[in-house]
């Protein structure tokens, strides 16, 4: 009951009679505008309870539409991040692409600046054992390649075709154990013969280098010196490169001299076979084939036999000349 | 009882005032019979009594003016709730607090009375300080002169009783 006695609540009481006295006076009273007090308040305080409602329905609204935008925000996150996944291996594709083209590009360079006639093939695989340093072109027979070709890059001497099959040829790297060219000293004209090395001697050599053979203790040879394939051996055109001297050492009477090639033959996509190389003759594919060293059983062109002479810069015209 | 006393209080006020109150002072107002009787009802029942006394009171009194029904309603209910409240916490039966009492309860109701007027821009009331106290010293005056009277009426009313019978 004490609830419900008005006495005991005096202060709301006192606050009830004086809201009812001021919303009386205010249904009288006009303001300025001669709207009436009590509308102008009613409406102000409805007005400001439809703000607070409308407030709180945008929020809402707002506070859905932005769930369903992040939603949408994250599909469309997914989905470029696919694009930019896709667009990154295209990226690569293109930077292959470019890559070759440049490589193409340098080839065409080469070939244009070369006297000697040549075709350019890609290279489509290396040799399966490490014994034997070969690789694979993708032209052959068909195109007019032969065993006994010379392959030659942009940077220098690669190797030579030992055997050529009719859509594919496979190539003897000069840095096989078993191969070799007759090569010249460019600055001193000492000439010698490179051969590769085997697995044996390449843990005594860097890896990937080859030996000069037959220079003389005397000879003017020195570190840094450019070694050029001489046109003695019969294989190789006169004036490639084919390296630079890595170092020399005396040895019984001989020097022991180690040459960098000049070519880098893990990097290697595309070479130029010199079509009328001065050893490709008739016949010879037998003989190639049978020098194949995957086979085990053929051997190199005995380049110390070939009467290796002297050459020089001034003479590469004739040389040239007698190949054509 | 105490409900119909104060109707009877308010009522004879609101008809005092509105029949004697323009012989009094040349016809002004200078005397507001209904707040005494508002106050007098607040300090002799307390605040809520008061502030009802006050309500009705002022809006009958409103309605019979020509002003704005509800501001002297609001004024005498604020006066008879704080002079209710002031009676409950204090002695007032001397003639002096209920002088004092006076005088604040007609300051208070001239201040809301003629506070609202002024800032609901309705009337104005130049210099009403001289007119304000006027009518605190004749609320005060007949207030005190009607607590004097209606606390000496059960005697007098008495003592008649007890000398009738003494004549028999």
């Known amino acids: 009951m004490a609830l419900l006695d008005i006495r005991q609540r005096t202060g709301w009481l006192f606050m009830a009679v004086t809201v009812g006295h001021i919303v009386l006076i205010s249904a009288q ?19 400001e309870v439809q703000r607070g409602a409308t407030s709180a329905v945008s929020s809402a609204r707002e506070g859905w539409q932005n769930y369903f935008a992040l939603q949408q925000i994250r599909q469309e996150n997914e989905r470029l991040r696919q694009e930019v996944a896709q667009l990154r ?11 070759q083209t440049q490589t193409l590009q340098k080839l065409l360079d080469f070939k244009a600046s070369t006297e000697w006639q040549t075709t350019a093939a890609a290279v489509i695989g290396s040799g399966a054992s490490p014994e034997f340093r070969t690789m694979t072109i993708d032209k052959g027979t068909q195109d007019g390649l032969l065993a006994g070709m010379a392959v030659i890059a942009p940077t220098g001497v690669v190797g030579r075709i030992i055997t050529a099959s009719p859509r594919a040829s496979k190539v003897q790297l000069i840095i096989d154990a078993s191969a070799g060219a007759g090569v010249t000293v460019e600055r001193s004209r000492v000439n010698g013969v490179v051969s590769g090395v085997g697995m044996t001697e390449q843990i005594e050599f860097r890896p990937g280098l080859i030996e000069l053979n037959y220079i003389p203790s005397t000879a003017d040879v020195k570190s840094g010196d450019r070694v050029v394939t001489s046109g003695t051996d019969g294989i190789y055109p006169k004036g490639f490169v084919v390296g630079e ?15 960098k090639p000049a070519v880098d033959f893990a990097a ?6 010199v079509l009328n190389s001065p050893s490709v003759i008739p016949g010879v594919d037998d003989a190639a084939t ?4 995957s086979t085990g059983s053929g051997s190199p062109r005995p380049l110390d036999k070939l009467g290796v002479a002297p050459n020089s810069v001034e003479g590469r015209a004739e040389s040239r000349g007698e190949a054509r | 009882m105490r409900a119909a006393g104060v109707f009877i209080a308010i009522a004879l006020a609101l008809a005092l005032q509105t029949t004697l109150a323009r012989f009094l002072v040349g016809g002004s107002a200078a005397v507001d019979l209904v707040l005494v ?12 009594t008061g502030m009802l006394a006050g309500s009705v009171a002022g809006l009958i009194q409103d309605s019979l003016s020509s002003g704005v029904v509800g501001i002297g309603g609001l004024a005498k209910s604020i006066v008879g709730f704080l002079a209710g409240a002031f009676g409950q916490q204090f002695i007032v039966t001397a003639a002096l607090p209920r002088l004092v009492m006076f005088v604040a309860a007609t300051a208070l109701h001239a201040a809301v009375f003629m506070g609202l007027y002024e800032v609901l821009d309705l009337r104005a009331f130049p210099s009403p300080g001289k007119t304000v106290m006027t009518q605190a010293l004749g609320n005060a005056l007949v207030g005190i002169v009607a607590f004097t009277i209606i606390e000496a009426l059960p005697g007098i009313v008495e003592r008649r009783r007890a000398g009738g019978r003494g004549r028999r």
């Open chain 1, 89 to 99: 291996v295209g990226l690569q594709q293109e930077r292959m692409v470019a890559q």
């Open chain 1, 29 to 47: 009273v006009s303001t300025k505008r001669g709207v009436p007090v009590l509308e102008a308040v009613t409406f102000g305080a409805f007005a």
């Open chain 1, 268 to 273: 290697l996509e595309a070479v130029l076979v």
């Open chain 1, 290 to 293: 049978a020098d194949d060293p």
């Open chain 1, 245 to 259: 001297i890595q170092s020399v050492q005396p040895e019984a009477g001989e020097l022991r001299i180690r040459v």
């Open chain 2, 37 to 48: 009787a508002v106050v007098y009802v607040a300090l002799t029942t307390g605040p809520v």
